[in-house]
């Protein structure tokens, strides 16, 4: 376990020094602000991050991201 910014998180410490230099590299507190979820493992960037931002689509009720130039997902699309 280890303290980042006002948060206390989850993450687990690589014993392989090469790992570990990519480890310490990485900027935790900003990625888990960017959407990281250190227990889940999973980084799920908001819509309206400005790095990792995406368009959603149109259609009412779909949150899938936009594919076509329509502003529409790729599902949406083929209705
Ligand atoms: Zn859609």
Excluded: N
Excluded at 5 to 33: M, N, Q, Y
């Amino acid at each position: 376990m280890r303290a980042l910014g006002a948060e206390r998180v989850d993450v687990v410490e690589p014993d392989d020094p090469s790992e570990a230099k990519l480890h310490a590299l990485i900027d935790w507190p900003e990625l888990f602000r960017a959407g990281y979820d250190a227990e889940a493992q999973v980084f799920a960037p908001r819509a309206d991050d400005p790095l990792f931002g995406y368009t959603e689509c149109k259609t009412a009720a779909c949150d899938q991201v936009a594919r076509t130039i329509l502003g529409l997902c790729w599902r949406c699309d083929q209705l």
